[in-house]
């Protein structure tokens, strides 16, 4: 089967986000000023085969523990569709 | 003779001041490629600065796959003397041969200008050369060098006089902490003190002719570290 797969890093809560900082005050700038905590991560989307939606999501995991995800600083979710 | 390696990824930086500075020791100093898979007999590593990959991901995160690093962890492992400068150090920690991590600048701003650092241990191989305590006025380039690791590492780091430079002083009226970093650090190394990551730049300032040569000090270190050896 071949699956979507949409990975969503994060900066791990707690730690300094300056580029999520300097966001939110633009946003406060411009008039949203009821924005607040805002953050920015990174997505990934991969197309891979896998015999099931486990099978795919176990790849991606593996690919986050490697790569694509610093264990240090990022937390990751994984999310499939199609 | 000392033999001094110094690792090219696509987008490294100051391979040619850090080899000139090997050279002034009296150090053999060659270029390593990063496909290569051995070190070219190479008694002491260093990964320069620069931008690895574009910094794509994250700073370092790509080149740490690169097929030298198998060679170099394995010389690390045998107690061998591996440095990182600036990007080097954020591949020593994407590696995981050092611990924590090195994440955006708190201001957002690439910085680059002189910084002045504490040499908090001498006993180390890029050290040796330093007075403990001291303090130099050295160069740094860089985007991503606020220093990051869960207290608990912080904690063993400090219990274990690991940290090897910290931002101290005020260089130019600026900031002394350039980047955020934890506990102001700047460089840190293994428990042997054998493999060594530091955001300075050393090899910029390496000549008598730019107004001092204070980070020859580095250099001088690794041959002190190697002279019973030869």
Redesign the interface.
């Known amino acids: 089967m071949k699956y979507r797969v949409h990975v969503r890093i994060m900066?791990r809560g707690g730690?300094?986000d300056?580029?999520g900082q300097?966001v939110e005050h633009a946003l406060a700038a411009l008039g949203f000023a009821e924005a607040g905590n805002v953050h920015l991560g990174r997505a990934i989307e991969i197309d891979l085969e896998a015999s099931s939606e486990a099978a795919a999501v176990a790849r991606v995991r593996a690919m986050c523990e490697r790569?694509?995800a610093?264990p240090?600083?990022e937390d990751y979710t994984i999310e499939v569709t199609a | 003779m000392l033999r001094v390696g110094v690792v090219s990824f696509p987008g490294s930086n100051c391979e040619e001041e850090t080899l000139r500075a090997a050279r002034r020791v009296g150090a053999e100093a060659v270029g390593i490629w990063h496909r290569d898979t051995t070190l070219n007999g190479a008694d002491v590593v260093i990964l320069p600065g620069g931008f690895s990959y574009g910094d794509y991901l994250r700073a370092g995160a790509i080149a740490r796959f690169s097929p030298i690093m198998a060679a170099i962890r394995r010389h690390a492992d045998a107690g061998g003397a591996v440095i990182g400068i600036c990007n080097g150090f954020q591949i020593l920690c994407e590696a995981g041969l050092l611990p924590g991590a090195l994440m955006r600048n708190a201001g957002l701003h690439y910085q680059s200008r002189p910084v002045d650092v504490r040499i908090e241990r001498t006993d180390t191989i890029v050290t040796r050369a330093y007075r403990a305590g001291q303090v130099i006025r050295i160069p740094i380039g860089h985007g991503d060098g606020r220093y990051v690791a869960p207290p608990e590492v912080l904690a063993a780091l400090e219990a274990d006089g690991r940290v090897v430079l910290r931002y101290a002083g005020q260089a130019l009226d600026a900031p002394a902490n350039p980047n955020g970093s934890m506990h102001d650090i700047a460089g840190i190394c293994n428990p042997a003190g054998t493999v060594v990551g530091m955001m300075p730049h050393p090899e910029r300032l390496a000549d008598a002719s730019l107004g001092s040569d204070v980070g020859m000090g580095v250099f001088h270190s690794i041959a002190a570290s190697f002279a019973g050896a030869a």
Do not use: F, R
């Open positions: 900066p730690l300094l300056p580029a300097a790569l694509l610093n240090v600083t």
